[in-house]
T-cell receptor, first 115, second 115 residues
């Protein structure tokens, strides 16, 4: 298995809902990432997990809560989101953990719409 | 502040023709530069990654060049195909960020290949 998968592909939620995004990779990669991408803008880093530990939090609001239950799985729990949080949420993984020059492999993304 | 500027913002070319995309960066000290291809609504796919000592790298019909002295890179697409229609993103990592595999994304060049 040589890809990063994300579910669901699309998600519509209200501002009072609680939902979760899921990301999986079975390539044995040791670092996993969450990015947020608005239309026609580059991806913005949100969180990085290295060896299942949260290594980087780019000052993301607490309504986004990441979780890494094991080395293959990364979740992003969503609660009380705002309409401006609507975006494409990308997951990525890289082989070596946070060890410098290391290609990041991106998933197809989850298109999130907050009503 | 690290910056990555890409030009042109968008480009229309005829199928079978060649094109060259440009990337200038101010990331210092430099660690590595990557080119990604992103189809609309999908995650980026890595095309090439180059470190300081490399000045050219090819991946099929894609050839990337790097001049670390002038802080410039280019991506050349040869014999374009309709499937090359996508955004091409230049991504740079500095030595300080490389420890966290943190990336600075350019704004991308949107390429449209017409028959």
């Amino acid at each position: 298995d040589t890809e990063v998968t994300q579910t669901p592909k699309h998600l519509v939620m209200g501002m009072t809902n609680k939902k979760s995004l899921k990301c999986e990779q079975h390539m044995g990669h040791r670092a996993m990432y969450w990015y947020k991408q608005k239309a026609k803008k580059p991806p913005e880093l949100m969180f990085v997990y290295s060896y299942e530990k949260l290594s980087i939090n780019e000052s993301v609001p607490s309504r986004f809560s990441p979780e890494c239950p094991n080395s293959s799985l990364l979740n992003l729990h969503l609660h009380a989101l705002q309409p401006e949080d609507s975006a494409l949420y990308l997951c990525a993984s890289s082989p070596q953990g946070l060890a410098g020059v290391d290609t990041q492999y991106f998933g197809p993304g989850t298109r999130l719409t907050v009503l | 502040k690290n910056q990555v500027e890409q030009s042109p913002q968008s480009l229309i070319i005829l199928e079978g023709k060649n094109c060259t995309l440009q990337c200038n960066y101010t990331v210092s000290p430099f660690s590595n530069l990557r080119w990604y291809k992103q189809d609309t609504g999908r995650g980026p796919v890595s095309l090439t990654i180059m470190t300081f000592s490399e000045n050219t790298k090819s991946n099929g019909r894609y050839t990337a060049t790097l001049d670390a002295d002038t802080k410039q890179s280019s991506l050349h697409i040869t014999a374009s195909q309709l499937s090359d229609s996508a955004s091409y993103i230049c991504v740079v990592s500095g030595e300080l960020e490389a420890a966290g595999n943190k990336l600075t994304f350019g704004g991308g060049t949107r390429v449209l290949v017409k028959p």
